[in-house]
């Protein structure tokens, strides 16, 4: 940015680019994961975006860098959101909660580790050399590993999924993969689109996660304090996920919902009211990790649970670009807010009240959402 006098709204520009782009290719990703073997479709959505990441270390133009938000947004529509949770639900009819929140946890490790170890490479050698270390190196190992480990489903590899024998209906829903509603009921269903708004709570109330350091900057807690509570929300999001993973499983998907989401209200709450209290502000952002946590485990459970399995991936599809597009809109929410208020208050204002309110919608959700199960067996002509 510096070295080209380029702006800061120009640089980051493809950061908005990629989750619109991401939003409108949700669906042709779920069409060809339906149709095509998911080995074969997620490793070459990471060769692309691999490619296209090591590229940008050798970018000297703002149009190169915006030619990457549309290649990241096609690649993310298979890979950010759908991946795991669409693997998953056909592998696991029991325990699925589990499986998700050990493969978010890691995913949130890597980036803790990946973080300071390009920031080393960035002093040592600069940006670029940086990008290109990291990015190619996430080339081969996302690549090798697709290939290596990822099936498309047990029934292909002469399997059944996990919890096969013991799979029906726990703690009031039901982690059968085989029954649920169909997309075009779904789509009839209010409760499909209570579910896209909960999710997009969760991803905007997620994304004031980078505010934080400015928050308290500008505060009485100091820049400090702000840098410790970026990692003590990675690491609360780390232990968040394990837990509301394993939650799901006992306690069923609704409880650990409403639980989940009021947890980061709570936290936020703290943390606005701390002043210059640095222990109540770190309790804050502790808790809020759990609700930064809901995002990548509780919403993907909770589609299931609301819809079941059978046309998991359809429906889901339509929450994923609920997500994507509550993110682009969460780059410039925030900014604005404080540019117009000029302060963080009524950001912790809405985040609380957004934490209410996906907290309240979230029984009518899957209430709404179960009433158009059809049972086992059943194939959508849409």
Not at 58 to 87: C, E, H, K, N, R
Not at 140 to 159: C, I, K
Not at 288 to 301: D, I, M, Q, R, S
Not at 334 to 353: A, R
């Amino acid at each position: 940015m510096r070295e080209y006098g380029w702006s800061q709204t120009a640089t980051t520009l493809y950061r908005v680019i990629e989750p619109l782009v991401a939003a409108a290719c949700t669906p042709f990703a779920t069409r060809l994961l339906a149709r095509y073997n998911a080995r074969l479709v997620f490793s070459v959505a990471c060769l692309l975006f691999g490619v296209a990441s090591v590229g940008t270390a050798f970018a000297t133009q703002l149009w190169q860098w915006d030619a990457y938000g549309v290649i990241y947004g096609i690649t993310s529509a298979f890979f950010m959101y759908l991946a795991a949770p669409v693997i998953i639900n056909r592998w696991f009819q029991t325990d699925a909660g589990m499986a998700l929140g050990l493969t978010a946890a890691v995913l949130g490790v890597l980036a803790a580790v990946a973080s300071p170890v390009a920031q080393s490479l960035i002093d040592a050698d600069g940006w670029r050399v940086s990008r290109l270390v990291m990015c190619g190196v996430t080339l081969v190992v996302s690549v090798l590993l697709t290939l290596l480990f990822v099936r498309d489903a047990p029934e292909t590899e002469g399997l059944c999924p996990h919890g096969f024998e013991r799979a029906g209906v726990i703690k009031g829903l039901s982690n059968d993969a085989s029954g649920g509603a169909t997309l075009s009921r779904a789509r009839r269903s209010a409760g499909l689109y209570l579910l896209m708004t909960i999710a997009g709570i969760v991803v905007l109330n997620a994304a004031f996660f980078q505010q934080i350091p400015a928050c308290a900057a500008e505060g009485r807690l100091g820049a400090n304090a702000g840098a410790v509570a970026v990692s003590i929300i990675m690491v609360g999001g780390v232990v968040g996920k394990l837990l509301l993973g394993w939650l799901a499983d006992r306690v069923g998907v609704i409880a650990t919902a409403v639980g989940a989401q009021l947890c980061g209200g709570l936290g936020m709450g703290l943390a606005f009211a701390a002043g210059g209290s640095v222990s109540a502000f770190y309790i804050g952002m502790g808790l809020f990790g759990f609700g930064y946590a809901a995002l990548t485990v509780v919403v993907p459970l909770l589609v299931r649970g609301a819809f079941g399995g059978a046309h998991y991936s359809d429906i889901f599809s339509w929450v994923s670009t609920a997500i994507f597009l509550a993110s682009a809109l969460s780059f410039l929410l925030f900014g604005e807010i404080v540019g117009l208020t000029g302060s963080f208050s009524w950001c912790f204002i809405i985040v609380i009240g957004l934490y209410v309110c996906g907290s309240l919608l979230v029984v009518p959700a899957v209430k709404s959402a179960r009433a158009t199960w059809s049972g086992e067996g059943v194939t959508d002509n849409v």
